[in-house]
T-cell receptor
Framework: NAGVMQNPRHLVRRRGQEARLRCSPM?????VYWYRQLPEEGLKFMVY????????ESGMPKERFSAEFPKEGPSILRIQQVVRGDSAAYFC??????????????FGAGTRLSVL | QQQVKQSPQSLIVQKGGISIINCAYE??????FPWYQQFPGKGPALLIA?????SEKKEGRFTISFNKSAKQFSLHIMDSQPGDSATYFC?????????????FGKGTLLTVNP
């Protein structure tokens, strides 16, 4: 039973390029969350998605960032025209279809994005 | 605005000692307080969690103490082992239908010397 899978593990982009981060949730999970961890900071919530729906994107920067979770395939976090300040670790988490009050989220190993 | 403040930033403990990490929160709507453990190159993993209707929860060598009136909670690791060396994050969630949105502290890097 594979856990949350993220790829790539490391991604290097030059300023102005696009970054695509992928997340496959745990088997049977249909809720996906993206968090960003800046150096020396805790994880910050970005977006919560269910299949084909964005439930809460209150933590997403207003420009250049987008996320999707299609009916088939992994969830994608897309960053257009990356800048150096986008360098961070991006973590994806997933939870079962009917989260209980605990709403335990299972995290992937993250994608470390470096913008040159 | 940082809603969950965590201290210390780093901690060094001898094997067999007690590690204590503290967190304070501001949002009184929070109703679920998990602790996550993160090893280098890995994602955070849930370690233990507590709700504010209890003052303490123990699982093995790990104990959460919760003080609702002070809006503080802490993680105690008894008989600390070198394998416990990791970064620990406290978190909080709940209230207003957004029980999925984890708010994390900045983390504590724990080093347990042999």
């Amino acid at each position: 039973n594979a856990g949350v899978m993220q790829n790539p593990r490391h991604l290097v982009r030059r300023r102005g390029q696009e970054a695509r981060l992928r997340c496959s949730p745990m088997k049977g999970h249909s809720h996906v969350y993206w968090y960003r961890q800046l150096p020396e900071e805790g994880l910050k919530f970005m977006v919560y998605l269910q299949k084909e729906n964005i439930i809460d994107e209150s933590g997403m920067p207003k420009e250049r960032f987008s996320a999707e979770f299609p009916k088939e395939g992994p969830s994608i976090l897309r960053i257009q025209q990356v800048v150096r300040g986008d360098s961070a670790a991006y973590f994806c988490a997933s939870s079962p279809p009917v989260p209980d009050r605990k709403n335990i989220q299972y995290f992937g190993a993250g994608t470390r994005l470096s913008v040159l | 605005q940082q809603q969950v403040k965590q201290s210390p930033q780093s901690l060094i403990v001898q094997k067999g000692g007690i590690s204590i990490i503290n967190c304070a929160y501001e949002n009184t709507a929070f109703d679920y307080f998990p602790w996550y453990q993160q090893f280098p190159g890995k994602g955070p993993a849930l370690l233990i969690a507590i709700r504010p209707d209890v003052s303490e929860k123990k699982e093995g060598r790990f104990t959460i103490s919760f003080n609702k009136s002070a809006k503080q909670f802490s993680l105690h690791i008894m008989d600390s082992q070198p394998g416990d060396s990791a970064t620990y994050f406290c978190a909080a969630t709940g209230g207003g239908g957004s029980n999925y949105k984890l708010t994390f502290g900045k983390g504590t890097l724990l080093t347990v010397n042999p």
